[in-house]
């Protein structure tokens, strides 16, 4: 049985755990935040786990790839642990925050 492509490398994953953490000794780099839009919670397409999932609006994200699947999504990693598809317009870009 051929072994499941991931879709988030250890690498980006070491950088966006150490933005979380504050920790930026091992690496220099820093992921810039995204937000979910709106206040209620919503369902969105985990490609990992081939689920969907809910997820409150206002949920901290970090990019993964822009235009996923050649299409005007992103594939996002949410502090809530979950891989997700979303549109752009359904996303708010925070910055270095």
């Known amino acids: 049985m051929a072994e ?14 150490a933005t979380i953490l504050g920790d ?8 810039p935040e995204y937000q ?7 369902w969105f397409l985990d490609p ?4 969907m999932v809910y997820i409150k609006g ?3 994200c970090y ?3 822009k235009n996923y699947n050649n299409e005007k999504r992103f594939l ?14 359904d996303v708010i870009y925070i910055g270095y925050n």
């Open 36 to 42: 979910i839009r709106g206040r209620g919670a919503r």
């Open 4 to 17: 499941k492509e991931k879709i988030i490398d250890d690498e980006t994953f070491g950088k966006i755990l």
């Open 58 to 60: 206002g949920t901290k």
């Open 24 to 31: 930026f000794d091992d690496t220099k780099e820093i992921i």
């Open 76 to 89: 996002l990693y949410t502090v809530t642990n979950h891989v997700i598809v979303i549109d752009r317009e």
């Open 63 to 65: 990019l993964l790839k």
């Open 48 to 51: 990992e786990k081939r689920k």
